[in-house]
């Protein structure tokens, strides 16, 4: 039996207890990766991820940080290393998303939305250079969003954190190389149960493929991602034409 791509590396994907970073978080535990279910209130589903990782035969541990504060970012990492001596991926998944009138938009609004779209992603990349650079071959993986390449009034501060986060991910491939690779993934709309259809029906009838995207898109995309070598410094939109338009 051919040798699974992720076979004996570690991955840690931050927000994975629900949505896509959960989807992130199987596939690469599918394809061979043992993984940290990191998550910040959602104990319970985090818990759930991380036994259904053990269900495949992969090491899981799901740590609870709030991964834009450096104390609690520092102690998942040396967890990480106590625990498995050894880090190869990095998915900053983690993030937020709400929409506010520009006029109205506060400071507060303003700073919770940067510190958990883009100081989170630079927090988790500082603290995981050094181990992702003794694995010899690390990758970093942003999630950033269609919201950083489209101006959407509404969401300034969400689309200026994901812009950030699109820049963020140019200079860590500089800064990181060669050693590590950092890369971006922009979703477009993925659909989930229980989601506005209102959100869906706007961006099918935007996007030129007419559909929306499945949790599998981005983790597909994710796992192409943290098995390349010679991809750095990119942002793959995954937004079934919807950039276009």
Known sequence: MAELPFEG?????????????????????AEGAAIVVNYRN??????????QIAGMERRAMAWQADVSRREEVARMFAAVEREFGRLDILVNNAGMFFSVP???????????I????????????????????????????????LGGLLAWPSYTHY????AGSIMLTRCLARALAPEI?????????????GDPPEVAEDFIRRAPLRKTGKPEDIAGTVAFLAQSEFITGQVFVVDGGRSLT
Not at 10 to 26: D, Q, Y
Not at 102 to 112: A, G, I, V
Not at 114 to 133: E, G, I, M, V, Y
Not at 181 to 193: E, H, K, L, R, Y
């Open 9 to 29: 590396r570690v991955a840690l994907v931050t927000g994975a207890a629900r949505r896509i970073g959960r989807s992130i978080a199987l596939k690469l535990a």
């Open 42 to 51: 959602s104990k319970a589903e985090a818990e759930k991820v991380a036994a």
């Open 102 to 112: 520009f006029e109205k938009l506060t400071e507060e609004q303003w700073d919770t």
């Open 114 to 145: 940067l510190d958990a779209n883009l100081k989170s992603q630079f927090l988790c990349a500082q603290a995981a250079a050094p181990l992702l650079r003794r694995s010899g071959r690390g990758a970093i993986i942003n999630l950033s969003s």
């Open 159 to 162: 689309c200026v954190s994901k």
């Open 181 to 193: 690779t950092v890369n971006s993934v922009a979703p477009g709309t993925i659909s989930f149960p």
